[in-house]
C-alpha cells in the first residue's frame, strides 16, 4: 500500500534539514561514483571484458535508454510517495552494481547496468521533488546545489580511488565495494528522511500528473533544454578517457587523477550556482552555464596535445555544464509544482534519453577525431539556448 501522507512540517522525530541534505548528498557521491566510473575507465572495462570499446559503450546506452521509461518509472514519488520511492531505487542501484562486482562478465555488466538505470531514474526525481518540496524557490538552487554534489563528490573522490583500484586489482573489483557502500546509503536514508515523504494534497495518479506535465509547454522546453545539453556533454564524457590515453598514453591512475579535476570543476560550478543562480534568476543563469559551455568544447581540437591547456579547458567545461545542469534542476522544479515528482521524471528522461544518444554517437564520432565530438556539443548548446531563450517562459 501507499505510504500515507502527512503534513512535513509535524513528522514524528524529523532530523533537521542540513542533517537531511548531508545524507542525501553522501548518497548521491555513492551513486555517481557507481554511475560514472564506467566513463573514463570504459577502455579497461572493454578489455577485461574482453569485447571492444564499442560494444561495452552499448551497455551504457542502455542504461541510458532505460531512463526514458521515468515518466513511468519516477512518477512513483508522486503516486507511491518519496521515500517508498526513494528506497525502492537506491535498492536496484545496489543490486545492478553488486551483481557486476560478484559476476564479472559483459552479460552482468549489460544486466547490472539495466537494473542501475531502472533504480537511478526512480530514485533521482524523488529526491529532487522531496528537496524541492521542503525548500522555497528563492532559495531552491542553493539546496539543489548541496544535493547535486554527488555528481562533483564522485569525481573529486570516488573515481580517483576506483583508479587505484583498478590499476592494484581488477576493473571490477570497485563494483563490490561502491555496492556495498550503497546499502549503507540505503540505510542511511531510511534513518535520516521522515517516515512519509509527500506533503499533503500532493498525491496523485499517474494519467493525471502525466496529462498536468504534457501540455504544459514551457515545462517540455526546458525538459527539452536539459536533454540537447546532455546529449552533447555525453558525447564527449564518454570518449575522454581513450582521448587521453591515446594523446597522453594516460594509464587508469592517471585517468583517475584526472577525473579529480573534473570533481574539483564540479563543485566549483555547484558552489557558484549557490552564490549566482538565485540571484541572476534561474533562466539567465542557465543561458550564461549554456554560453560558456559551449565556448569550452570549442577549444578542445585546438589545445590537443597540450595536457595542461587541455586539463584546464576540460575543467571550465565541466564547471560550466554542472553550473548550467543545477541551475536546470531548479528552474524546472517550479514550473509544474501540482505534479512535481512526475516533472522531474520526465526531466530525469530527458536527461537518460541524451545519455543514450550521447553514449551511442560519441564513440562513433570520435573515429573522425575529437573534433566531431566537439562540434556536436557546441551545435547542440546552441540549439538549446534558442529553445530557452524563444520559447521556456517563468511565471512568477
Known sequence: MPESTQNPSL??????????????????????????????????LARGMDVSLETAALA????????????????????????????????????????????????????????????????????QAYVSDRVPYRRRALAMAVIEFGWSGAFLIGI?????????????????????????SLILIDWALPPSSVPTGQKLDLKAGLKKTIRHRPSMAAVGVSF????????????????????????????????????????TGLVLVGLLTDRLGKKFALGLGLTVNLLSALSFPLLEGRLV??????????LAFEFALVTALSL???????????????????????????????????QGGMIMNSALAVGLNLLALAVLVLLVKVED
Open 11 to 44: 513528522p514524528p522525530k524529523t532530523r533537521s534539514m542540513p542533517l537531511q541534505l548531508g545524507v542525501i548528498s553522501f548518497a548521491r557521491t555513492v551513486i555517481y561514483t557507481g554511475h560514472r566510473m564506467v566513463f573514463p575507465f570504459l577502455p579497461a
Open 60 to 127: 551504457i546506452t542502455v542504461r541510458s535508454a532505460l531512463g526514458m521509461l521515468s515518466p513511468l518509472l519516477g512518477s512513483l514519488g508522486d503516486t507511491r510517495g518519496r521515500k517508498w520511492a526513494l528506497r525502492a531505487g537506491l535498492g536496484l542501484i545496489a543490486a545492478g552494481t553488486l551483481l557486476v562486482g560478484f559476476f564479472p562478465t559483459f552479460l552482468s555488466f549489460l544486466v547490472g547496468s539495466m537494473l542501475f538505470g531502472m533504480g537511478i531514474v526512480i530514485f533521482d526525481p524523488s529526491i
Open 160 to 184: 580517483p580511488l576506483v583508479g587505484r583500484v583498478i590499476s592494484r586489482s581488477s576493473w571490477s573489483t570497485p563494483f563490490l565495494w561502491v555496492g556495498g557502500v550503497m546499502v549503507l
Open 228 to 267: 540537447l545539453m546532455i546529449t552533447g556533454s555525453r558525447a564527449i564524457m564518454i570518449v575522454y578517457g581513450a582521448w587521453f590515453e591515446h594523446v597522453f598514453q594516460m594509464t587508469e591512475q592517471m585517468l583517475g587523477d584526472v577525473s579529480s579535476v573534473i570533481g574539483a570543476a564540479g563543485i
Open 309 to 318: 591547456l587541455t586539463v584546464s579547458s576540460l575543467f571550465v567545461y565541466y
Open 332 to 366: 524546472v522544479s517550479e514550473l509544474r509544482p501540482g505534479a512535481r515528482a512526475t516533472l522531474m521524471a520526465f526531466h530525469a528522461a530527458a536527461v537518460s534519453a541524451g545519455d543514450a544518444l550521447g553514449s551511442f554517437l560519441g564513440p562513433r564520432l570520435y
